[in-house]
């Protein structure tokens, strides 16, 4: 096949680079299988006519006009590897015309998963200050420093949130034998109990659990919606873990929460990212902190070039794309997450 | 029924005591079903012949001589609630006559695997050493705080020792994906096969995994056996924690390995309990340390109370144990763990 | 709320009823959550343009006219709980209005594994002969009946088709500890791993199963898929078990292969139906027959009216679809199935 | 090493052969690594007192008079192929010898689970009259065919003892999401709940369960314990599926139930075995019949050769067997099966 034969690629990831989000394996078959145009997200509107008529696929995120869009008449999907979907492009129109907006997002479900069951196993065997005792000298043995532990296996768990990160995390408990309600409100009830979890309002799941894993998005309507009486509805001494979005907590509740000793917590996520140095969050004890890495691991960028290839092999072949995640015309106006500016 | 009907138990269960290993309502249903003799592990020689002659059952580890058990002719089982086999009654006797003799350590194993996956996940992610650099504004985000970060979902696992821990700990293993090898010489391979695990030689668990869980009890024959040619088949960057006795690993061995960069290890158990303020072990970067916490919370010494009555109730109707483990003839002198003296 | 302020409902579900697809308490609800105009399938051009303008879904698969749509201006979603897609209405219209258009037919995916498994069992254990010689006097005992017999459990298993129903076989099949391979080129080969399935090409899955399910759907491009050469792959002795549709399988082939002992087979669906009463597959030893049975569970239409109040709740509340199954611009004029005409 | 200094293996497995418990590579290894000297039964005896006394292990269950046992001053374990405890052996010296005596009964768990959950499937969806009804040109099609039918899925099941046998089919029956409650008054109330099914009395698990399965072990107490009574407490409708002994049910009380429509049955076990040409169940609607075939499938033979390697290799070691099931004191005579008398 001559190269002019091969389907056209826009890509312009930014943040992200091909080479974060590709294997040197999985980016040697992308150029095989693709005309690849390489440009910044505000080099789109510049390409020339034949480039934009002839662009099959989009890679990230940039702005595009409705007078751009117009001319992009092979467009069928703009795989958005940023993740949050930001106001720059007319969804309505590629929507209406067919073309998918999919997002990679989901690769960084079991990552955070697997950080936030170490959080809720570290808070409930206060490992990080036992360690740190232990350098010190000053280690309590055996039962004498069990005094607050407990077990995950056959608590009562809550998730609120299931979507990619509350089924990885939900998958990552299986062994645990735990008792897991859920608050979702974008999901029917049935495909909560269908996923072994039992489907809850959010007055339950704060009430009647050990464990609180937030794992929702921040949506125009949620944000802030764990404040001080949420926190007051938690039982006493349970485990508060954050691993989506600061946004979704009033943060100034959460640590008094934790100051006065009513519940323990541990968060991915900050009000401001980097955090002021002084913020007292950094010293608070029964919090344990993590600098947003929760998915930021390589293995999970390289998966977004797997599945980005995937898909685009199923709609080359006329079908519909599996593995990304579909942005949708009734939630993608919702969507309120800031865009990362680092990777 | 009057209360000298009912069967009669001698109790001298130090180190614990009933209160350790009972909750309040499992030991009324013990005195309510029971009549129960206290005393001190030394005080059982000197009881009653009537109360010897009546015993149906010892909940402890006293010392007993022979002449001791010649007397107790309605002995039927022993149940050591300390779990290590002191060599301090006729065994083979006690075989000879068809009494069994049980232990309840299995009531740790379920802790004791939570710790050790935490530790695991603990390693993979730099969680202690992270959260200090938060407190102390040094922490690196996202990506860049992850240089070293990895998976534990589908990573190559590697178990030495498949009891109960080891049983346990790929229970909790299950939503991980990942792929199990197991040595446990004690054990034919289909049983490994049967639990989802593949059977494996030392060499190859030890050079062919990620992380690396010591499960596996001292014997008089393994004690030390994980040395420097252990440690230098594995992986370069494996994690290795040590969950069950000190005594299999050559410990100095194990802390040069890690000071030298080659793995990264975290263990719960040490050379000597409490360990000595100077030991290099307490500030040694790529260790994480446990002061002997693993199993000690409060929810497993409880359940060996439940332990005991239901394998009671058992025997009581004239059927075989089937809760606690029974010591076997083969092995009983093997075991040459140290006796905890504390709980 | 007064009644004229409740959302609008078309219902045409003919061949199905209201009372076969809810329950009684169901269709209560939805009956008290929204107006009802029931009409027959023909009869929705001809109503008012006030009940037209104001539906908010179709319950059913009527036929649309175009002009009839322009009219809908208020309809969100049709619920086709006939499940084949017919090409009856202006399909790329509704799609680029963002009106849904959602099946319901995995409410039948559970009741064909189960009857699909249960072939499977009965081909390998060859119940039903058995049964029959049982009651001729002429069974044969213990190893003796035995000697075709084998195992589930342990074997090569090979699945065409992983939509929901391949994905219902594949759960039942848990506890069987199978190695599966599926066929399934509309879709990621990542997607089949995470299932915990092979992907595997459908030469690879004929050619190493002891056991062949297909429950793939006629396409317009898989007609008669299956034949001479494909069952001639089969290793010898396999069983063949046809769940989904007549139309992917030669079936004179798939007689053929029986016939000559090289395989044995089960299926559900047949050339037509109801099948000629000289047709041979009647007698056909080594064949099991179902007169399309395996799906047409009063349970399973049950489900739909759930499905549907699910969905409407979501949708009633800006959300998107979540419980059936939408149709998608790319495959729907490639699915080729005959309407039911009974239930 | 030369031959004579291979430990010796007295081989009486009759009515089993070497031919039928090992494959041809497990054979030749069992003969490349033991001195084995075949002999009948009844001809144990009258070995040279040589043989006797250097024997270390006995494959079969040959009558073994004391003083025969006396001279077996080597020996280590019986290897009871058979699986059914004859009184013919003197077994309360073998135990207080500390001489294992194993059974390998537990390698037809597998095949009678899959048969036993076939069964229940038939039962559910009436496959074989079905399949009777399409060959005679009578079939129903659709929902006509299916006014009984109904799922497993999500349905209440009983199961009546949990050996080996009772967890194959909880294992069988994980994918299918039912609600297990177990009667065996052998095993204490939390290994069941371990297991993930509920413990419960036998009158509820009769009466709150749509199949019933029985897979308990005739007992010396429980002879004829499932009758009239025990099935008038049966739902109306439900299925009971026998598997184990008859002895363990009132057969004509089993029969009546079925015809009078109160439940459907199946069993694989009759009272007699070959059964009477005239016996009404040959013929009794609602009443599914297997020929003692579930278990003896010829992979299943072979793997007590299996076992019995994996055994002896253990001992050899010196260390107890953990493949094959001990006969237990308390419950050695309290078994009462009749020995089979084919495979």
Redesign the interface.
């Known amino acids: 096949m001559s190269d002019s034969a091969l389907p056209l690629v826009i890509s312009a990831p930014e943040p992200r680079t091909l080479d974060l989000i590709f294997t040197p394996e999985a980016l040697a078959r992308f150029r095989a299988r693709y005309r690849i145009v390489e440009t910044s997200p505000e080099g789109v509107a510049a390409l020339t006519h034949d480039v934009l008529a002839e662009a099959r696929y989009i890679v990230g995120q940039p702005p595009i006009a409705p007078e751009t869009l117009e001319r992009m008449t092979a467009l069928r999907c703009v795989f958005n590897v940023e993740s949050n979907l930001i106001n720059n492009m007319p969804y309505e129109t590629l929507?209406?015309?067919?073309i998918h907006v999919v997002t990679t997002g989901m690769v960084f479900a079991?990552?955070v998963a697997?950080?936030g069951?170490?959080?809720a196993?570290?808070l409930?065997?206060d490992?990080?200050d036992?360690?740190?005792a232990?350098?010190q000298?000053k280690?309590?043995?055996?039962?004498?420093?069990?005094r607050a532990?407990?077990?995950?296996?056959g608590a009562d768990v809550g998730i609120i949130g299931f979507g990619d990160l509350g089924r990885a995390l939900n998958?990552?408990?299986?062994?645990?034998r735990t008792r897991t309600k859920v608050f979702d409100?974008?999901?029917?009830?049935?495909?909560l109990i269908e996923n072994g979890v039992e489907p809850a309002s959010l007055d339950t799941v704060l009430s009647s659990s050990d464990f609180v894993f937030v794992v929702a998005s921040v949506t125009s309507e949620n944000q802030g919606f764990l404040g001080t009486k949420a926190f007051a509805r938690m039982r006493k001494g349970a485990a508060f873990i954050l691993l989506s979005r600061a946004g979704v907590v009033d943060f100034p509740a959460l640590m008094d929460a934790v100051r006065s000793g009513h519940i323990v917590a541990a968060s991915d996520v900050f009000p401001q990212?980097?955090l002021a140095?002084d913020h007292p969050v950094?010293?608070l004890p029964g919090f344990?902190?993590?600098?947003?890495?929760a998915g930021?691991?390589?293995?999970a960028?390289k998966r977004m070039g797997?599945?980005v290839l995937?898909?685009m092999?199923?709609i080359d072949?006329?079908?519909?794309p599996?593995?990304s995640k579909r942005a949708?015309?009734?939630?993608v106006s919702r969507m309120r997450s800031k865009p990362?500016d680092?990777?």
Chains 1, 2, 3, 4 share one sequence.
């Open positions: 929507f209406s015309r067919g079991e990552p697997e950080l069951l170490a959080m196993l570290n409930a065997r490992i990080v036992a360690d740190l232990f350098r000298g280690e309590l043995w055996g039962g004498e420093g069990n532990a407990r077990l995950l296996s998958r990552l408990l299986s062994g645990f409100p974008w999901l029917p009830p049935s495909i990212e980097p140095q950094r010293t344990l902190r993590s600098a947003h890495r930021a691991l390589d293995i960028f797997d599945m995937e898909d092999d199923l072949r006329g079908l519909p599996m593995r949708e015309r009734e939630t990362v680092k990777n």
